[in-house]
């Protein structure tokens, strides 16, 4: 009986994964990349590079590249998340709100504009965005 009650511990102890840093399904927070694009720098060199979005438990976001040293746009403000509707408050655009929608799948999203008065946030849209738990910034 003891050996019983040891194999079904070792199964319960190293039989079931810790998904902790895996989304859920239909949730923005987390840590997302964007497929690889290529990005026209002003002096005309092309650098490969991948758009980050982070999304807090708090409500918070940020944007950023994930190569730093390109020194390019980076952003952060407040969002909400209803019925696939995001709604984002840039800490840059003085209280303007873009509405977005957030299209759903398997293991990312797309981001498609919906309004938003705000310039700076258009780059977060037409992107697809996977669930990346290696992105460290």
């Given at each position: 009986?003891k ?15 810790d ?27 092309l ?5 980050v979005?982070e999304f ?9 590249h994930e ?6 746009l ?10 696939n509707?995001?709604?984002i408050?840039?800490?840059?655009c003085?209280g ?7 299209l759903f799948?398997?293991?990312g999203?797309?981001i498609?504009?919906?309004?938003d008065?705000?310039?700076r ?17």
């Amino acid at each position: 009986m003891k050996k019983v009650l040891v194999i079904v511990m070792l199964i319960f102890a190293f039989g079931c994964s810790d998904d902790a840093t895996e989304p859920s399904e239909n949730t923005i927070v987390g840590k997302w990349k964007s497929e690889l694009f290529i990005l026209a720098l002003e002096d005309g060199t092309l650098v490969n590079t991948y758009r980050v979005l982070e999304f807090n438990n708090n409500g918070t976001y940020s944007f950023y590249h994930e190569d730093e040293e390109l020194d390019l746009l980076n952003d952060s403000g407040t969002y909400t998340i209803s019925n696939n509707e995001l709604t984002i408050l840039n800490n840059e655009c003085l209280g303007i709100e873009g509405k977005y929608e957030v299209l759903f799948d398997d293991n990312g999203f797309e981001i498609k504009l919906k309004e938003d008065d705000c310039e700076r946030n258009h780059i977060l849209s037409d992107f697809y965005y996977n669930f990346d738990a290696e992105i460290e910034k």
